[in-house]
């Protein structure tokens, strides 16, 4: 048996390669045999706990592990000093109301740091009273703050001690001061019977930090990545969306870098292990999402593992196009085509049917829906389209769209909803659902045709179905109901509330992009407030005067960020258009002698290139250093986009789709996020300025 803590994935994911080789290796070694003789053994004499010893693992570099009875827990690596500074200034305790194990610095080292903190800001500003001063001791310890620092906490008077004090607390404290300081009430921990050692470590709270494993592979895996810290470590309600049987088709939902891609992984795995005989299938709606999805299940269940062949990853357009393209030769039908249809078809209608209305209403309604008679088209709820229609006109907007139906036909050419439509009825006439479960990721950019076939994939069964996805982040598709579609996920959901991805100042910027509760799938209204431990700079905003000064800025902060040490695979510059990218990213480039690359599915992430991608193309990836740029009016919302579209209920989707698009751009960003505009700045960004 193995037990490690995230702090020595942490420590390790420090050390250069050759040094993480040789703590691998002990770690392995002791694995065998925890009793072999090479392993030399220390205790740290001068530290509080007296559990804490070293291992040696060369020279200079020390494996700290904390013994207790038979167990051993893997908490740190490093350099000799170090090592011992780290043991020394620590100890490791059930907390005395949750049960949870913690490990803990010694509060007088961390009263120290704040005090420093604390007396920088004081010469700038006259004192101000503590945040929580008014709060019972014993609920900021009900909250997992340990025993002796709940004073400390109750003395803190500024955001900025807050977020000193929470970056040396056990997670679920330092989650809670920050809910509780934004307001609000934070749910007690749950408590288990304050116990044994073992008995600690299994705590829901102590499960995001400590790992205990019997499994040798497992640990080879999560030690070979040791920066990909959600491989192992997930937090608690991140497992419960993982493990729970949820009996019904479920979904988890939360804000951009909250983890749900992770969530959908870990299910995928889960459920691939649990299932032997059968096949399951992780699908999205973006190719380069799938690619990382399936670098993540490799991850995960390892490459060549039994399990890792049971998971089909695929993009679920491309799944279609593939498995139609057995029975048939499909030609997908592009967009140019459609709209020569609709123009001809559409010729001597009266305003307001434009040609502008038809390509909406095939796209929200006919297409949308897979429309195929006109009884169909008379009685369907035209949601999102404001203008309503009398019989007579649906009459003749009807033979429209079925001229255009009949002229893609006539050249065997399919949409991808029909794509879609045709595995689904060849699965249905088979009656052989080729996988057991079927796991989305970013679920919200799925239309009812899509969300057709991917029930149509899985066996019927209680966990057939699972949906990852934010309604925020919806840039493809028009509303819809689910249940409309058949699939009722209402009442079986989970939201994830802690960001994992940016720092608290560029989550901040973009929540305050969207409204703060938004209707999610089936009208069930949720909170979107989020957490965010990380700190970080703020997100710079910087207009310019015309296009050559936001090439400036760009070139700036690009060459900024090179100076500082991030790597040109780590930088993306986004924007609404590729147009609008290249005008302004290709000069930055040049001059700074730096090339870029075109977002592409099979892109490698540690490439020498900095990343260029539209919206659209970025979603679900995330980089150091992100640039969103061109974000002015006639871009953001997308003019072309909105131009022809007259009905008000229509724009205001549109409009919506556009906002969400500009929130994903800027929570691609981990670090450092830059947003220029030349002229007149996006009304998006009116609300977060
Ligand atoms: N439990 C965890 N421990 C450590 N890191 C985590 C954890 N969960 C997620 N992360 C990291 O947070 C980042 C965001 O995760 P992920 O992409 O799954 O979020 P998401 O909710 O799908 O985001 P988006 O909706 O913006 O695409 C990733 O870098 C991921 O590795």
Aim: with cysteine; charged share 30%.
């Amino acid at each position: 048996m193995l037990e490690l803590a995230r702090t020595f994935h942490r420590s390790l994911d420090r050390l250069s390669g050759p040094e993480q080789a040789v703590a691998k290796q002990v770690v392995f070694d002791y694995m065998a045999d925890p009793s072999r003789p090479g392993l030399s053994l220390h205790r740290v004499d001068r530290a509080r706990d007296k559990r804490f010893w070293t291992i040696r693992a060369d020279r200079d570099l020390r494996v700290v592990v904390l013994k207790d009875g038979a167990r051993s827990l893997f908490c740190w690596v490093g350099h000799h000093d170090e090592a011992y500074r780290w043991a020394e200034n620590r100890r490791f305790e059930v907390h005395p109301v949750t049960g949870a194990a913690q490990i803990v610095e010694l509060v007088e080292v961390v009263r120290e740091e704040i005090r420093i903190v604390e007396r920088t800001v004081a010469r700038r500003a006259p004192e101000k009273p503590p945040l929580f001063a008014g709060e019972d001791d014993v609920y900021l310890l009900s909250l997992g703050v340990p025993e002796d620092f709940v004073a400390l906490a109750k003395a803190v008077r500024s955001e900025d001690d807050l977020l000193a004090l929470c970056e040396r607390l056990p997670e679920e404290a330092a989650e809670a001061l920050l809910d509780l300081h934004t307001g609000g009430r934070p749910a007690p921990a749950p408590v288990v019977a304050v116990g044994d050692f073992a008995m600690a470590l299994q705590h829901p709270d102590a499960r995001r930090r400590f790992w205990t494993t019997t499994d040798e592979a497992d640990v080879a895996r999560a030690l070979e990545r040791p920066w990909a810290e959600w491989l192992v470590f997930l937090h608690p309600s991140q497992r419960g969306a993982v493990e729970r049987n949820f009996n019904g088709p479920a979904r988890v939902s939360g804000g951009a870098g909250t983890g749900k891609s992770v969530v959908a992984m870990h299910r995928a795995a889960e459920l691939a292990r649990a299932a032997p005989g059968g096949r399951l299938m992780l699908t999205t709606y973006s190719k380069t999402l799938a690619a990382r999805l399936s670098d993540g299940m490799d991850a995960l269940l390892g490459v060549a593992s039994p399990e890792r062949g049971r998971v089909e990853v695929s993009h679920l357009h491309a799944y279609a196009l593939a498995h139609v393209s057995r029975i048939a030769k499909p030609t997908v039908a592009d967009g140019a085509y459609i709209d020569h249809l609709l123009k001809e078809a559409g010729r001597g209608l009266e305003p307001p049917f434009d040609f502008a209305f038809l390509r909406a209403e095939w796209d929200a309604v006919v297409d949308f829906w897979g429309l195929d008679s006109f009884e169909a088209y008379r009685d369907v709820a035209r949601t999102g389209r404001g203008l309503a229609l009398s019989p007579r006109q649906r009459r003749r907007l009807w033979e429209v769209f079925a001229a255009v139906r009949q002229g893609l036909a006539a050249r065997g050419m399919l949409t991808f909803g029909e794509v879609c439509d045709a595995l689904r009825a060849r699965i249905e006439a088979d009656g052989v659902q080729p996988f057991r479960h079927v796991v989305v990721d970013e679920a919200q950019d799925l239309g009812p045709r899509e969300l057709r076939l991917v029930a149509a994939l899985a066996v019927p069964g209680p966990r057939a179905l699972f949906f990852a996805g934010d309604v925020g982040q919806r840039i493809f598709r028009w509303p819809f109901s689910w249940l409309g579609a058949g699939v009722d996920v209402r009442g079986r959901a989970q939201r994830l509330k802690v960001n994992y991805r940016t720092t608290a100042e560029i989550r901040r910027f973009s929540d305050r992009l969207l409204p703060g509760r938004i209707a999610e799938v089936d009208g069930e209204l949720e909170e979107r407030g989020a957490l965010s431990v990380l700190r970080g700079q703020n997100p710079e905003l910087k207009p310019a005067a015309d296009l050559q000064g936001e090439i400036e800025t760009l070139h700036d902060w690009l060459h900024r960020a090179r100076a500082d040490g991030i790597a040109p695979g780590e930088i993306a510059v986004l924007g609404r258009t590729r147009r609008a990218i290249d005008e302004r990213a290709t000069p930055a480039l040049a001059r700074l002698g730096l090339s870029g690359a075109w977002l592409s599915p099979d892109q490698d992430t540690g490439s020498d290139s900095i990343t260029l991608g539209t919206l659209h193309a970025a979603k679900g990836l995330e980089f150091r250093a992100v640039a969103v740029v061109a974000c002015d009016d006639g871009q953001l919302p997308l003019a072309a986009a909105l131009v022809a579209e007259t009905d008000p209920e229509a724009r205001r989707i549109i409009e919506d789709r556009e906002l969400s698009l500009f929130y994903v751009g800027c929570t691609r960003a981990r670090d450092r996020l830059l947003v220029t505009w030349s002229g007149t700045p996006s009304r998006f960004l009116a609300s977060a300025m």
